[in-house]
């Protein structure tokens, strides 16, 4: 079974600009979720997509960050226009949505971005 | 405020040894709680998963326990090897939304 798949795996920008990031989930899985994780710290949800439709934005700097997930398959983060602060990895995940309620989640290799 | 606090220290022990790692949570009533392993440039990988009403999960050398009165889990890698060391990282599910809180992890690093 393929992993989650996450592209590019590096990216430098400098700040003020924007940047994209895509995430394909493992086929057949119904949760994607996006987080961020600053070096030393914990992975922080940014938003959470059930199908194609947002279970959970409530973390996600809306006046900057966006996310789409179409047909429910594959999604993009963008975030646009890019803070100092956003340096960080950008962690996308996903998980099956079973009926018992516990679900494992199964995450990509990461986005690691640095803003100048 | 809701807070999850792991070691932030990182933890040092020998070859053989049993490693004990801790989650402690406050204002939270998890459904769940899970443990991932984190190694440097890499997604977290998922280990185990213990609900609310279990005391105690195993797998193979790991074992997880979670009470909820103390709001504490302890996670215990017993006859550990080098290879262990890692980050490891505890999340609390919330029940019903499918929505986990990550703590900050704890470094461990098994010596030879």
């Given at each position: 079974e393929a992993g989650v798949a996450q592209s590019p795996r590096y990216k430098i920008i400098e700040k003020r600009q924007s940047v994209a990031f895509w995430c394909n989930p493992i086929s057949g899985h119904a949760t994607l979720y996006w987080y961020q994780q600053i070096l030393g710290q914990g992975p922080k949800l940014l938003i959470q997509f059930q199908n194609n439709g947002v279970?959970?934005?409530?973390?996600?700097?809306?006046d900057r960050f966006s996310a789409e997930r179409l047909k429910g398959v594959d999604s993009t983060l963008k975030i646009?226009?890019?803070?100092?602060?956003?340096?960080a990895v950008y962690l996308c995940a996903s998980s099956p949505?079973?009926?018992?309620g516990a679900e494992t989640q199964y995450f990509g290799p990461g986005t690691r971005l640095l803003v100048l | 405020s809701q807070k999850i606090e792991q070691n932030s220290e990182a933890l040092n022990i020998q070859e053989g040894k049993t490693a004990t790692l801790t989650c402690n949570y406050t204002n939270y009533s998890p459904a769940y709680l899970q443990w991932y392993r984190q190694d440097p440039g890499r997604g977290p990988v998922f280990l185990l998963l213990i609900r609310e009403n279990e005391k105690e999960k195993r797998k193979e050398r790991l074992k997880v326990t979670f009470d909820t009165t103390l709001k504490q889990s302890l996670f215990h890698i017993t006859?550990?090897?080098?290879?262990?060391?890692a980050t490891y990282l505890c999340a609390l599910g919330v029940g019903g939304t499918y929505k986990y809180i990550f703590g900050t992890g704890t470094r461990l690093k098994v010596l030879a």
């Amino acid at each position: 079974e393929a992993g989650v798949a996450q592209s590019p795996r590096y990216k430098i920008i400098e700040k003020r600009q924007s940047v994209a990031f895509w995430c394909n989930p493992i086929s057949g899985h119904a949760t994607l979720y996006w987080y961020q994780q600053i070096l030393g710290q914990g992975p922080k949800l940014l938003i959470q997509f059930q199908n194609n439709g947002v279970v959970d934005d409530s973390q996600l700097p809306k006046d900057r960050f966006s996310a789409e997930r179409l047909k429910g398959v594959d999604s993009t983060l963008k975030i646009q226009p890019a803070k100092l602060e956003d340096s960080a990895v950008y962690l996308c995940a996903s998980s099956p949505r079973t009926s018992g309620g516990a679900e494992t989640q199964y995450f990509g290799p990461g986005t690691r971005l640095l803003v100048l | 405020s809701q807070k999850i606090e792991q070691n932030s220290e990182a933890l040092n022990i020998q070859e053989g040894k049993t490693a004990t790692l801790t989650c402690n949570y406050t204002n939270y009533s998890p459904a769940y709680l899970q443990w991932y392993r984190q190694d440097p440039g890499r997604g977290p990988v998922f280990l185990l998963l213990i609900r609310e009403n279990e005391k105690e999960k195993r797998k193979e050398r790991l074992k997880v326990t979670f009470d909820t009165t103390l709001k504490q889990s302890l996670f215990h890698i017993t006859a550990s090897q080098p290879a262990d060391s890692a980050t490891y990282l505890c999340a609390l599910g919330v029940g019903g939304t499918y929505k986990y809180i990550f703590g900050t992890g704890t470094r461990l690093k098994v010596l030879a």
